[in-house]
DNA sequence: AAAGCGCACAACCGCGATTTC
DNA sequence: TGAAATCGCGGTTGTGCGCTT
């Protein structure tokens, strides 16, 4: 089968150094079954690392970088699979925001998740709006409105989805933010997470420096230690992202017709970990919208 | 019904860093 | 101590699948 040659290479080493003691035929693509089940076994019986090495005992036709990517972002047990939670979502932006691509570090941060996971959402779900708002991903504008809306309002559903786990099914749930929120609701919402993200007690918080450079426990110490900006050394409440806007939604409208907005999917993968569909985008977009017809005028 | 298209994600590649011999 | 081997990261590509036309 032509599929099946195409998969063949000539073996070389990730030096890319043609194989000197035989000529190996390495396969490429994706992996079979059987291929999974001999890796698996093979390090379950003698362990990870020396990926070459562990290729050739385990009788795998594989580079020993090719097992390694395998083993790290599909076979491990500890790899999480399924939907990105909005938790995680915030963090992503967060940390991206910090960091910027250094997903392995972000990675560090979301157990269970790869850097390649984080990379291939950041890529397709992230990238994708800027794109669709032609906004550079990288401008001021395009971090301006993660920051300031699309981060608040995550973690506006993620404290709604809180408080809907935990009410009484028929009791109205009041405290639903909308984009009408003040201030007021802003600084309830601030204290609510700041009770959610509290894990421990402040004594194992660490200085606001040593999200970074101490190399702080990504995980357990994850909620104490999100909120510290190592940049600016500043206490990142959560309220910091929320800037109360003054925007009349009713008033805009795109006579410019830059933006079609109501052609955007309106089931953004953002929003699923079912979670119910409503305007977010729609909302952030018009948002967005303003602020560049603002910066047009 | 089928061709075209876009999305999501697995896998590959190049290269610098680190480890081993 | 230097060369070779290995590791790990970030960028890119390939492909299957579902949706749209």
């Given amino acids: 089968m032509a599929i099946e040659e195409s998969m063949v290479v000539k073996g070389r080493d990730n030096n890319n150094n043609i194989g000197s003691e035989e000529e190996m035929d390495f396969r490429r693509g994706p992996w079979t079954v059987d291929e999974d089940l001999s890796l698996i076994n093979f390090i379950a019986n003698h362990g990870e690392g020396r990926w070459n090495t562990l290729a050739r005992s385990a009788g795998l036709k594989r580079t020993g970088k090719s097992c390694r990517l395998r083993w790290l972002n599909y076979l491990h047990p500890d790899v999480r699979r399924g939907h990105i939670t909005l938790e995680e979502q915030l963090l992503i932006l967060e940390l991206h925001n910090q960091w910027g691509n250094r997903w392995s570090k972000i990675a560090q941060y979301l157990p269970g998740r ?15 709006h800027a794109k669709h708002l032609k906004c550079d991903i990288n401008s001021k504008q395009f971090k301006d409105t993660m920051r300031y809306l699309w981060m608040p309002r995550l973690v506006e559903r993620i404290e709604s989805a809180a408080v809907t786990a935990t009410t009484v099914p028929t009791t109205v749930n009041k405290s639903s933010p909308t984009l009408s929120t003040t201030t007021n609701n802003a600084y309830t919402y601030s204290n609510n997470l700041s009770k959610k993200f509290e894990v421990g007690n402040s004594s194992t918080a660490a200085s606001s420096n040593t999200f970074e450079t101490n190399e702080v426990s990504p995980i357990s110490d994850l909620s104490t230690d999100y909120y510290n900006d190592p940049i600016s050394g500043n206490n990142h409440n959560p309220q910091d992202y929320y800037q109360p806007s003054e925007v009349n939604y009713d008033y805009i409208t795109s006579p410019y017709g830059l933006f079609d907005f109501q052609a955007m999917e309106p089931n953004t993968p953002w929003i699923q970990s079912g979670d119910t569909p409503d305007n977010f985008w729609n909302v952030d977009h018009q948002f967005l919208q303003q602020q560049l017809m603002n910066d047009i005028m």
């Fill in 114 to 128: 790869t850097d390649n996971e984080i990379k291939n959402y950041w890529r397709t779900r992230v990238q994708k």
